[in-house]
């Protein structure tokens, strides 16, 4: 019962989240006007405006002029839903499951506001990284390695505090390296092009923030893996791509949703693997 609550809740709010993505990289407002037809303007009516069962009714087109609709939306809408429940059944119900649902629905927004027009806008990363920070105080960061290093100094943190601080050095270290590495590509790199844009660098932040430092180096490594694993086949296959530009922070975006839903699964078993955990 709890479950199809939760698909629901994704539906709908995936439906918003497909407003997020198509408004807020060019400024406008998520609340006003109503949604339109891109093609003949015309307002969608509320009965054509359900999730994914619309879409389906109206074959991908829109009833007035027949443009077709992106698939872009359908996916988004069963993707949250499919991504919340998972996190339901990961969480249970509780504070947990309300940051995770949190932060996986803004980094869809991310992932796709990248992927669509290059932007990772920092109306989305700025209150994301507030509330992040806020929501420590309740539900616990991993604060390694810095807790564990100021107990080897003798140092004790207050447990209040442990929290929060992870979450701040998850900030520094992935916010942080994500700039040094922009600053040294533009350095080095002739100062032609900026390889990486400072939306990532907010999005690295922001999942530091959620994070805390061990998994905020693996989403980094997936996204790179994952960046490498789709982009070098097809430059390799198709010239075209070569000069593609990326979108980077889809990527690092991805690798965060699965970092979130399975991360400390994978992170305990490289540790023990690699005789760090017993
Ligand atoms: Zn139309």
Redo the contacts with the bound molecule.
């Keep these: 019962m709890s479950y199809l609550f939760v698909v629901l809740f994704g539906l709908a709010f995936g439906s918003f989240l497909n407003v997020c993505i198509a408004r807020l990289p060019l400024g406008l407002s998520v609340v006003r006007p109503r949604s339109e037809?891109?093609?003949?303007?015309?307002p969608i009516r509320w009965y054509d405006n359900i999730p994914v069962l619309s879409y389906v009714l109206l074959r991908g087109r829109?009833?007035?002029?027949?443009?077709p609709i992106s698939l872009m939306y359908p996916v988004v809408e069963l993707g949250t839903a499919g991504l919340l429940l998972a996190a339901f059944r990961i969480d249970g119900p509780g504070l947990p499951f309300v940051r995770d649902a949190f932060l996986i629905m803004v980094l869809i927004v991310l992932v796709f506001t990248d992927l669509t027009e290059r932007r990772i806008p920092h109306r989305v990363t700025v209150p994301a990284i507030l509330i992040g920070l806020g929501s420590s105080w309740f539900v616990p960061v991993d604060s390694r390695p810095l807790v564990q290093l100021l107990m080897h100094w003798g140092v004790p943190l207050p447990p209040a505090l442990t929290s929060f601080a992870g979450a701040v050095t998850g900030a520094i270290v992935g916010g942080g390296l994500f700039y040094g590495v922009g600053e040294a590509f533009y350095y080095f790199g002739g100062r032609r092009k900026q390889y990486l844009g400072f939306g990532d660098v907010m999005l690295m932040l922001l999942v530091g923030v959620y994070f805390g430092v061990p998994l905020t180096l693996m989403t980094i490594l997936l996204g790179s893996v994952l960046g490498s694993v789709v982009a070098l086949p097809l430059e390799f296959l198709n010239p075209r791509f070569r000069r593609f530009a990326w979108p980077y922070g889809s990527f690092l975006g991805a690798a965060a949703i699965y970092v979130c839903l399975r991360g400390n699964v994978l992170l305990e078993a490289y540790l023990r693997w690699s005789g760090f955990a017993t």
């Excluded at 037809?37 to 015309?42: L, Q, Y």
């Design positions: 037809c891109p093609r003949c303007h015309h829109c009833r007035d002029c027949g443009e």
